[in-house]
């Protein structure tokens, strides 16, 4: 199983981001879908998760801000991430559950300038 993210960028604070992640290799549907992000210095932090069921959860530190969705029929999770602040800047990893293994993506960088 192979996860592809994109998306990342250069944006300046209160600007919005879109990230994608779509899962190839794998005839099965994921259980869970999510994000984490590692800002410089700092270790791994969860950002948000949205379960088959539709079902979402954020950090705290993000809840209002950003959104997860999710495609079945692309194997695509998304995060759409509006009023980005300079603490924002990270790279972002996308993850997938499936048959009870965790895959990660690649990570995509995004840097909120102030």
């Known amino acids: 199983v192979q996860l592809q993210a994109s998306g990342g960028g250069l944006v300046q604070a209160g600007g919005s981001l879109r990230l994608s992640c779509q899962a190839s290799?794998?005839?099965?549907?994921?259980?869970?879908m999510g994000w984490y992000r590692q800002a410089p210095g700092k270790q791994r932090e969860w950002v948000a998760t949205?379960?088959?069921?539709?079902?979402?959860n954020y950090a705290g530190s993000v809840k209002g801000r950003f959104t997860i969705s999710r495609d079945n029929a692309k194997n695509t999770v998304y995060l759409q991430m509006n009023s980005l602040k300079p603490e924002d800047t990270a790279v972002y990893y996308c993850?997938?559950?499936?048959?009870?293994?965790?895959?990660w993506g690649q990570g995509t960088l995004v840097t909120v300038s102030s």
């Open positions: 993850y997938f559950v499936i048959m009870a293994i965790n895959y």
């Open positions: 949205m379960s088959s069921g539709g079902s979402t």
């Open positions: 290799g794998s005839s099965f549907s994921s259980n869970v």
